[in-house]
C-alpha cells in the first residue's frame, strides 16, 4: 500500500471506526505521512511481519511519525518486521508487542491512557530509541532485550523470563522494576541505580538471605546506598534475626502495607 502523492499528511492508511485489524506481510509507505494513522475511537490491531515506513522508499526517514493517531483510540502492534520511524500514540490504551528479529529505528510515545510494552522472543536484540509515555514494560520469553535509549514516565517494569539490560539514561525512570529470581535481581545490580531492594524470601535458584550477602559482596558501594528490606509471610523473632543478621536493613510481612513501607 503505497502513498505516492504531493498532499503533506496524506497516510497510506488512514483507520476510521473501532475492531479494524491491518495485517501487513509487505510494504506500507507514505511519502509525506504517516504509514499507519488512527482516526476514529476504537481499538486498532496491526500485525507487521514486512515494511512500514514514512519517506521515500529508497531512503525512508527513521524519525518521523510512521504508525499514530488522534484521538482515544487504542493500537494493539505486533512487529516482527521493519518499522522505519517513530510511533506516536493518541490517548487510547496502547499496547506494543515487539520481537527479537524486528527493527524499528524511531522513537516510542505512549501518549495518553494506559499503555504497555512487551518484549518477546529468543536470542538477543535492542532497542535504541526514547520510550515515553508507556506506563508498564514486561519482558517475556527467554531472550535478551537491551533498551539503549532514554526510557520516560515508565511505572513498573516486571522482567518474567530471559534477560533486561537497560543501558541508556533512565535518570527519568522513577518506577520499580520486578523479577522473579534471586540471579535476575544480581544482573540488574549494575546496570541500574535503584532507590530500595524488595527482597521475597522464597525465591527460584537462591532466596533471599543469599541474594542480600550476594548483593552485600559483590555490590558494596551500591548496598551502602540502598537499604534491602525482606518480604516474608513468616512473623517468627528468630526469621527476623535471621534476615537482619545476612545483612537485610529491615523485614516487613505480607501482605505489605505500604505506609509502614514509607
Given at each position: 500500500?503505497l502513498?505516492?502523492g ?17 495485517n501487513?506481510n509487505?510494504l ?6 504517516a504509514a499507519?494513522w488512527?482516526?476514529r475511537?476504537?481499538t486498532?490491531t496491526?500485525?507487521?511481519n514486512?515494511?512500514i ?5 529508497a ?5 518521523a ?8 483510540a487504542?493500537i ?20 506494543l ?7 524499528i ?12 510494552i ?20 514486561y ?18 517494569a ?18 520499580t522494576?520486578t ?10 545490580m ?5 532507590d ?8 527460584p ?5 543469599q ?27 528468630v ?15 505480607k ?8
Amino acid at each position: 500500500v503505497l502513498s505516492n502523492g504531493t498532499q503533506v499528511s496524506a497516510e497510506a492508511i488512514n483507520v476510521q471506526g473501532s475492531g479494524n485489524t491491518i495485517n501487513n506481510n509487505g510494504l506500507v509507505n507514505a511519502v509525506r505521512g504517516a504509514a499507519i494513522w488512527s482516526q476514529r475511537a476504537g481499538t486498532l490491531t496491526v500485525v507487521n511481519n514486512g515494511t512500514i515506513s514514512t519517506g521515500p522508499l529508497a531512503n525512508p526517514n527513521r524519525t518521523a511519525t510512521v504508525i499514530g493517531g488522534n484521538t482515544n483510540a487504542g493500537i494493539d502492534f505486533t512487529n516482527r518486521g521493519t518499522v522505519y520511524g517513530s510511533l506516536n500514540l493518541g490517548s487510547g490504551a496502547d499496547t506494543l508487542r515487539i520481537y527479537t528479529g524486528s527493527n524499528i529505528t524511531g522513537n516510542f510515545s505512549g501518549g495518553g491512557g494506559i499503555d504497555s510494552i512487551y518484549l518477546n522472543g529468543t536470542g538477543s536484540d535492542s532497542l535504541g530509541g526514547k520510550m515515553t509515555g508507556f506506563e508498564y514494560l514486561y519482558k517475556q520469553d527467554a531472550g535478551t532485550w537491551e533498551l539503549s535509549g532514554s526510557i520516560t514516565g515508565l511505572i513498573a517494569a516486571n522482567v518474567q523470563a530471559g534477560t533486561l539490560i537497560l543501558s541508556g539514561d533512565n535518570s527519568g525512570f522513577t518506577g520499580t522494576t520486578t523479577v522473579d529470581s534471586g540471579a535476575k535481581a544480581l544482573s540488574l545490580m549494575d546496570q541500574q541505580l535503584f532507590d530500595v531492594a524488595l527482597i521475597d524470601m522464597i525465591m527460584p535458584e537462591m532466596d533471599g538471605m543469599q541474594v542480600t550477602q550476594q548483593i552485600r559482596q559483590h555490590f558494596p558501594t551500591i548496598a551502602a546506598n540502598m537499604p534491602i528490606l525482606a518480604l516474608t509471610a513468616n512473623t517468627n523473632p528468630v526469621d527476623r534475626e535471621r534476615c537482619l543478621a545476612a545483612g537485610m536493613n529491615d523485614v516487613l510481612h505480607k501482605p505489605m502495607d505500604t505506609v509502614v513501607l514509607m
